[in-house]
């Protein structure tokens, strides 16, 4: 049963990665994130989330109680979020305003369930923090800030 968080972590985990790596701009995406504070904060923010990704993915691997219908449920937006995560880049590259956002909408919405499901599975424990801090860059950084400055083409630099 643990192959339902093992293969998609590894596959689609990959996926994500490489979606990065294939589709890396050769224009200047960074919209709001040119200002160096606010790529500095998205860069911490951004490694905290994806450390809480990777913890919650362990927790999941090693999730004693396989059987339960949340553990198998929660298979579903995990999935998911991995699934939109890896389309944002050549949507964005490829200038698809509104698939880019889509993409950082469902990817947002993903981590609400499974923030969500962690309270449910973990209470408040230290992998919960983690996927709250995740379900706040997704929501919060990536699709309302960087989203919309993108949109926008708001390039300013500060300082």
Known sequence: MR????????????????SYILYWPNDNLWAG??????????????TIAATGFIYYS?????????KDDIYQYMSI????FLLASSCYMPFAVSDMVT????????AGVCTIVL?????????????????????FHCVVIDFIFWGFTW?????????
């Open 3 to 18: 192959e339902i968080y093992i293969i998609p972590f590894l596959v689609q985990g990959t996926t994500v990665l490489l």
């Open 33 to 46: 994130l040119n200002d160096p504070i606010m790529f500095y904060i998205w860069a911490v923010s951004a």
């Open 58 to 66: 362990e927790e999941m691997i090693n999730y004693p109680h396989t």
């Open 77 to 80: 937006p995990y999935c998911m």
């Open 99 to 106: 698939m880019t956002m889509f993409s950082l909408f469902f």
């Open 115 to 135: 923030f969500a499901g962690s309270i449910v599975m973990f209470g408040m424990s230290p992998v919960t923090f983690f996927m709250g801090f995740l379900c």
């Open 151 to 159: 949109i926008y083409h708001v390039n300013v630099i500060y300082g």
